[in-house]
């Protein structure tokens, strides 16, 4: 315990330097705003030396971390930072295909068949037709897509 009522200015900089090297591992950015923060205790304690106590280099910790902490969140939802649009496809590949045209590569028999997508073939879901039928896809449930005949 006497260890951290004794911290000198090298000893923030370091946590904070450590904070910042985690925050690479772990997810979320909260590391991060922990890690500036002891780089600002350190150097504000680099500067003023022994005019700011244990106490208070804790508590300037403290209220550093919090606030910018919570500028960040107030940042990111003002300018919609890790907001997901409505429209965004990314792992959603079914729904990127909605609207693209594809050759059946097997037979839609019982309402189920495949289309090649690239260098991929997908289960297609739609009324029976005939391999080599030129389909839309209009939606999609799960992996498969659902197609219509052009």
Do not use: C
């Amino acid at each position: 315990m006497e260890f951290f009522m004794n911290m000198e200015y090298w000893h923030w900089l370091a946590i904070g330097l450590v904070l910042l090297t985690l925050e690479m591992f772990a997810p979320g950015a909260i590391l991060l705003w922990f890690g500036v923060a002891g780089i600002v205790v350190g150097v504000l304690q680099l500067i003023f030396g022994d005019l700011i106590g244990p106490q208070v280099q804790w508590l300037l910790f403290s209220i550093f971390s919090i606030v910018s902490i919570v500028a960040w969140k107030s940042y990111a939802k003002k300018h919609k930072i890790g907001v997901r649009d409505e429209n965004d496809t990314l792992n959603q590949r079914g729904k990127a295909l909605i609207g693209k045209e594809f050759v059946l590569s097997t037979a839609i028999v019982n309402g189920v068949g495949k289309a090649k997508v690239g260098d991929t073939h997908w289960r297609v879901i739609g009324s029976d037709m005939e391999i080599n039928q030129r389909v839309k896809v209009v939606g999609f449930e799960g992996a498969s897509l659902k197609v219509e005949a052009l």
